[in-house]
């Protein structure tokens, strides 16, 4: 161990010699507390944290990085205390350690759920200090690179998995481009390792055929850029398995269709030289159009800066050039690391390149764990695309992003309130994909709220959490005044008209509820029945109405049968019938002063309305409860009730609010018949159109030479309004039959 220690501390010398005190004070002091401990592999377990402490030296990090890397594990896996290491070593270097820590807690074995808790830890460590990120990816290559120890084959697996959804893309976001490719390529090994050593084979026989291109294109472009009188450093590389696999799959290419394998970088002194070079590459062979980027005038969220171009280059190969100055280069290769070379602060890199740490933990405070992984890795893994305000604020959002993600992405308020937008100068649907260099100007309105449809087009994990949450916030609301109405109904029907909160309040032990506002919005989301309620309040009075109901019910039945009876001649008594003239169901439940008004209600929160029959204010309804979804509504005759009828409790009497609101809109379904003959269809668009409808969906469901059926959804106010539509459409000589549609 002795020779690894003066290695250690000679490359941690070699650039920071005020650190090598610290570092030799870190090494014996992990030394002594792993002791004999064991890697799965058999080597002693000590090497670890070494070999990430070394590749961190390779980066160049400050002696505190370096000791945390050496201390990493000490409080996890040894009888060390984070106060010894405190004491020993001060408050940074124990931070850090407590933050690599927090972050290893989140490693968990397949199927387990993480928690938000470490989720938040992880990101606030983070936020307060990239370098527990840093240490963190440190130890993720290392254990990467020693993957093959592990016996469990699922095990490799699942950290390969791990490394790919969650490191990579980290490693990415703060600028570390060289490690995000090891750790993917080291993944892709373990997850896909078929598909991996495709890819290799055809590499190798491209190089057997090809001989030294890299070498032969290197030294062409650095003679090029010699004769023009720039003094640049050309390296060629091979783009990696993975990289050149995911090309493939995104493209849906296959291996020898791929013209980019190869790129090449060009290095210079200065930015002024970066587009000095471009001019002379672009000189000297043909540019591939669509394929330039410039991302020095406008910097990656990560701070990455090069120019990208693509050229027919020499030996008429398709190559891509990356053109960046040294100290660009530097934070290409490591990102935030490269700030420690010369001794700068995290805190001097452009605020905005940690942005997203504080909007993932935004994020994360109104996500579930599940939700916010989806949205992050949505979010990392994508192109981006850069859009700029109409004051010229540069914004970054992923490719797909639309003017909603835009918004959120100026800000929470500005996305909540927005109501249109301009791309450009010209207004545009807010689900129109941005492009780069879009100009963005946000249409706001103060009573505006974010719709739900939003969620179906928007792509930032931001936007999502933020309308998410505004979903809940107005969801709970719903549930509750909904279940509040129902607790009222229940209680009225055991002879309580007047129920206050204080009297339910005495249920709430009983029922598990934290207060009176959990246990209606228990009640409202179908939890939790309404007269479970009544009985914890008034034990025995729910089963006293019951009887008292079902007495009523039979003896109303049999006089109504008696009354219809002698009004017959054959004695048979005559089917109740609605206004359509079919005959009336009998449900569980039978409306009356105690039904519950579901006017005002938000659809699609706690009321649904069931696309089986359409309910339109006017219709007879019933209200079916289901678990965690509300009320669904039906009209009295829908046979979809028919599965609900050996289930009386989920039934609950529901009517339309009578103050209607007239801005409420609600689509009916007709079925219509029309001559096949020219302008029929205008015909039917314009009756509907002229009676204040409006066509939301239209399917053609059966046509012959002479006629075709058309089944039509059509946004009306209520009953009475589609009655006159209906009615308009059957006296048109073009309408051959119009009929409303059930089910």
Not at 220 to 237: M, N, P
Not at 278 to 298: E, N
């Amino acid at each position: 161990m002795g020779n690894l220690q003066t290695e250690l501390v000679d490359r941690v010398r070699s650039y920071d010699p005020g650190a090598v005190s610290l570092v030799r004070r870190a090494y014996q002091f992990s030394m002594k507390a792993h002791g004999s401990q064991l890697r799965s592999s058999g080597d002693p377990y000590f090497a670890h944290p070494v070999e990430v402490a070394g590749i961190l030296a390779d980066m160049k990090l400050d002696g505190a990085s370096i000791a945390t890397a050496l201390l990493h594990d000490v409080v996890e896996d040894t009888l060390a205390t984070l106060d010894d290491v405190e004491r020993d070593f001060g408050a940074e270097v124990a931070k850090l350690v407590d933050g690599v820590t927090k972050l290893s807690q989140l490693e968990m074995p397949e199927g387990a759920k993480p928690q938000a808790e470490n989720w938040r830890k992880l990101f606030l460590a983070m936020s307060n200090d990239i370098r527990v990120l840093l240490v963190k990816l440190a130890d993720r290559l290392h254990n990467m690179q020693t993957l093959a120890a592990h016996k469990d084959p699922e095990k490799r697996r699942r950290i390969a998995q791990e490394t790919m959804d969650i490191y990579a893309p980290l490693a990415e976001r703060i600028g570390m481009q060289d490690l995000k490719e090891q750790l993917e390529d080291l993944a892709f090994a373990q997850v896909n390792p078929d598909a991996r050593e495709s890819v290799l084979q055809r590499l190798r026989y491209l190089r057997k055929s090809s001989g030294d291109v890299l070498g032969r294109i290197t030294a062409q472009l650095r003679h090029t850029l010699y004769e023009a009188g720039i003094d640049a450093d050309v390296q060629g590389r091979e783009k990696r398995p993975w990289s050149i696999f995911q090309k493939m799959q995104r493209d849906a290419i296959s291996f020898e269709q791929l013209s980019d394998i190869v790129a090449f970088r060009i290095i210079v002194a200065t930015r002024e030289e970066c587009y000095r070079a471009l001019g002379v590459v672009h000189g000297a062979f043909q540019m591939v159009p669509a394929r330039f980027k410039d991302y020095i005038s406008t910097p990656k969220p990560n701070g990455y800066r090069s120019i990208h171009t693509t050229v027919i280059g020499p030996e008429k190969h398709r190559i891509e050039v990356q053109i960046r100055s040294k100290d660009m280069h530097r934070e290409a290769e490591f990102g935030v690391a490269a700030h420690w070379t010369y001794k700068q602060s995290v805190d001097a890199v452009d605020g905005t390149q940690y942005r997203w740490v504080r909007e993932l933990l935004e994020i994360l405070d109104h996500s579930s764990p599940e939700e916010f992984l989806e949205n992050t890795k949505l979010e990392m893994f994508q192109d981006q695309v850069f859009c700029f305000s109409p004051g010229g604020r540069l914004i970054a959002l992923p490719r797909g992003a639309t003017p909603v993600d835009f918004a959120y992405a100026v800000h929470t308020d500005i996305g909540d309130t927005t109501v249109g937008a301009k791309v450009n100068g010209r207004i545009v649907p807010l689900r129109t994909r941005l492009k780069n260099g879009d100009q963005v100007e946000i249409i706001r309105s103060e009573a505006q709220t974010p719709s739900p449809s939003w969620e179906s087009f928007v792509v930032t994990g931001r936007a999502r959490a933020a309308i998410r949450r505004f979903r809940a916030k107005q969801e709970r609301g719903e549930y509750e005044r909904l279940g509040k109405a129902m607790v009222r109904s229940a209680f009225a029907e055991v002879g309580h008209e007047e129920i206050k909160d204080d009297a339910v309040a005495v249920a709430l032990k009983t029922l598990r509820q934290k207060s009176v506002e959990d246990l209606y919005v228990a009640v409202g989301d179908g939890h939790l029945a309404a007269r479970a309620v009544v009985e914890a309040v008034l034990p025995g009075e729910a089963a006293r109405a019951k009887e008292a109901r079902k007495a009523a019910a039979a003896a109303e039945a049999a006089a109504g049968d008696d009354k219809a009876a002698e009004a017959k001649p054959d004695g048979k008594a005559e089917p109740k019938v609605d206004s359509g003239g079919k005959a009336l169901r009998k449900g569980p439940g039978k409306a009356g002063d105690q039904a519950i008004p579901i006017r005002g209600l938000i659809p699609g929160m706690a009321v649904h309305f069931g696309t089986c029959c359409h309910p339109l204010p006017g219709d007879r309804i019933v209200g079916i409860v289901s678990a965690g979804k509300g009320i669904t509504i039906h009209t009295i005759d829908c046979e979809s009730l028919e599965a609900f009828a050996e289930s009386p409790e989920r039934w609950i009497d529901v009517s339309w609010e009578a103050a209607a609101k007239a801005q409420e809109i609600h689509t009916a379904r007709i079925r219509t018949v029309l001559a096949n003959v020219p302008g029929s269809l205008a015909t039917l668009c314009s009756v509907i159109a002229r009676n204040n409808g409006n066509i939301s969906n239209l399917t053609i469901t059966d046509r012959n030479p002479e006629f075709f059926e058309m089944r039509v959804d059509v946004e009306v106010r209520d009953l009475k309004h589609l009655t006159n539509i209906i009615a308009a459409l059957r006296i048109d000589p073009a309408i051959a039959s119009v009929e409303r549609l059930r089910g």
